[in-house]
């Protein structure tokens, strides 16, 4: 099992949504993050010019089986990459151990709904 | 009913309207105020507009309105306990102008929690607080209003551009002054940006002070017995504030290459602050250009304060109402045309400007030294600022425990 935890552009969330859709990746938890980085924007408030260097984003994390860690990884790369300096990163680390609350299944099987 | 009977009646009606109309500018205030701060100190700005009128109410009532109007000398009123003398216009009930006169006092105390917001204790607002409304702006108010020094040498101020807001102003600059910046607002001596929390609450704030402006500059004739200047005045003051909005904007589009609401926003405000000298005496076309003058004057001083004189007003209070009642006034000097006065623009001479000047420079002196001697009064006593750690994690929590947003 492989956790895999991507650092997104926002108007790009919609795109790597559907990517991961479609193959097979239906549930990952994500939320809004700012960031420090080498990316600036000028801006003006109230007569003071500023420069800032707040970066935002949106982190996406699923565990998922070994098997579909590629396939995941190239639909996010292809979904999220706009060209520009900023695109993202994606981190992949191994899982332990994966328990499902509901039933106290643990391992794979936990991970998705047995058809 | 007789025909003055019906008169005093419906004058009564307009004071009282208008006064009720002044005091929704405390909401204006607040919901301004608290746009264009953070939203860790939200619980504790609003506190300080609620409590500034409140204790206006009873100081104003126990002592400030006989300061003010009171027969005593062209400098000082009169010790009158309890409001009981009548200085209302003739068959106006004493009452009536009592309350109109309180309005106008809570509308200067309330200017100064917009410049020293988000690191100023609260308990040391309120000490302010009753004594701006006790003596300070009744004091001024006497030269001018109430039959003092500067009425009998002719200055003129309608509605209050130093009478109420320089007042307000100067102890702005004094007390933002005496405070110092907030943390974190300048760094290696260059101005940081500590952006508002809700330019939806900063913009109903200003839409709320511009509709009780129509009862601050109006009601100020006590009286409906001459409807033309009523009305004269309701297009001056509205055209003031539209010209103060459209200045601002083409001044800052061009000058930062953006238009940004926040500055339109005061420019909206600067033009209502230099219109009310003169509402009654300028043209229409005269408060247009007043308007457009205060739009571009507005950010300049907010410029001159944060990055020149490095004194940090979150809301633009002194640039506002400082800066511009005093400008306001001066025009009046300037352009003063009807309503028994004539300004230099219409071959009155250098003369009403003068004594524009002279007024202006006295309420100036005055509050500013009224203030240096609060503020470092309170600095050195009881303390007027919180501790860093209060600052850094909000007001809110520490001074009130209670957290304006929850969830």
């Known amino acids: 099992m492989k956790k895999i935890e991507a650092i997104i552009r ?67 790369v292809k979904a999220a990459r706009t060209g520009e300096l900023g695109d993202g990163k994606i981190f992949i680390s191994t899982i332990d151990e994966s328990v499902r609350i509901r039933t106290g299944e643990k391992g794979p099987e936990s991970l998705y709904i047995k058809e | 009913m007789d025909l003055a009977a019906l008169t005093a009646s419906i004058d009564t009606f307009w004071i009282l309207i208008t006064g009720a109309l002044v005091f929704f500018m405390q909401a204006g205030f607040a919901l301004v105020e608290a746009g264009f701060t953070r939203s860790k100190n939200t619980t504790n700005i609003l506190f300080k507009n609620l409590m500034d009128f409140c204790i206006g109410t009873i100081v104003f009532w126990l002592v400030g309105y006989g300061i003010m109007f009171g027969a005593g000398s062209g400098i000082f009123g009169a010790f009158e306990p309890f409001s009981e003398v009548n200085h209302a216009p003739a068959g106006i009930p004493n009452l009536a102008f009592f309350f109109f006169q309180l309005v106008f006092a809570a509308t200067a105390a309330t200017i100064v929690s917009g ?13 302010y607080s009753a004594f701006i409304s006790m003596v300070i702006y009744p004091v001024s108010g006497h030269w001018v209003w109430g039959g003092g020094w500067l009425a009998g040498m002719g200055f003129h101020d309608f509605a209050g551009s130093t009478v109420v807001h320089s007042v307000g102003g100067w102890l702005a600059l004094v007390g933002a002054a005496v405070l110092g910046p907030r943390i974190g607002k300048y760094k290696n001596g260059k101005a940081n940006a500590i952006p508002g929390h809700n330019i939806l609450i900063g ?15 109006p009601g100020s004739t006590l009286s409906l017995s001459n409807p033309e200047l009523v009305a004269r005045i309701f297009v001056t003051t509205n055209a003031a504030a539209a010209a103060g909005g459209i200045a601002t904007l083409a001044f800052t589009w061009i000058k930062y290459g953006k238009p940004g609401l926040s500055m339109t926003l005061n420019g909206v405000l600067a033009g209502l602050v230099a219109i009310t000298a003169g509402c009654d005496t ?27 004189v490095k004194i940090d007003d979150p809301v633009g209070a002194i640039s506002v109402h400082g800066i511009n009642g005093v400008f306001g006034t001066l025009m009046v000097g300037l352009f003063a045309k009807e309503n028994g006065i004539t300004g230099l623009f219409y071959g009155g001479g250098t003369d009403l400007l003068v004594t524009q000047f002279i007024g202006v420079g006295a309420v100036a002196a005055w509050s500013i030294a009224c203030g240096l001697v609060l503020f470092y009064g309170i600095k050195f006593s009881i303390g007027l600022r919180v501790s860093k750690k209060e600052e850094e994690n909000g007001l809110d929590y520490y001074e009130h425990g209670e957290k304006a947003y929850n969830s």
């Not at chain 1, 991961?20 to 801006?43: C, P």
């Not at chain 2, 002070?209 to 500059?217: A, D, M, R, V």
């Open chain 1, 10 to 76: 926002r108007s790009q969330f919609e795109e790597v949504t559907e990517a991961l859709h479609e193959v097979g990746i239906d549930f990952f938890t994500y939320w809004d993050v700012t960031g420090v980085g080498n990316e600036k924007s000028g801006a003006v408030y109230r007569a003071v010019v500023y420069e800032t260097r707040l970066i935002e984003r949106r982190t996406i994390s699923f565990v998922c089986r070994d098997k579909f860690v590629d396939a995941a990884t190239s639909a996010i």
């Open chain 2, 115 to 127: 410049a020293m917001a988000e690191r100023t204790k609260f308990s040391s607002y309120l000490i």
């Open chain 2, 203 to 217: 913009t109903l704030g200003v839409f709320l002070l511009w509709l009780g402006w129509f009862g601050f500059n």
């Open chain 2, 282 to 308: 300028v043209t229409p076309g005269a408060a247009i250009l007043i308007g457009l003058m205060a739009g571009v004057l507005v950010v300049l001083a907010v410029e001159f304060f944060d990055n020149v």
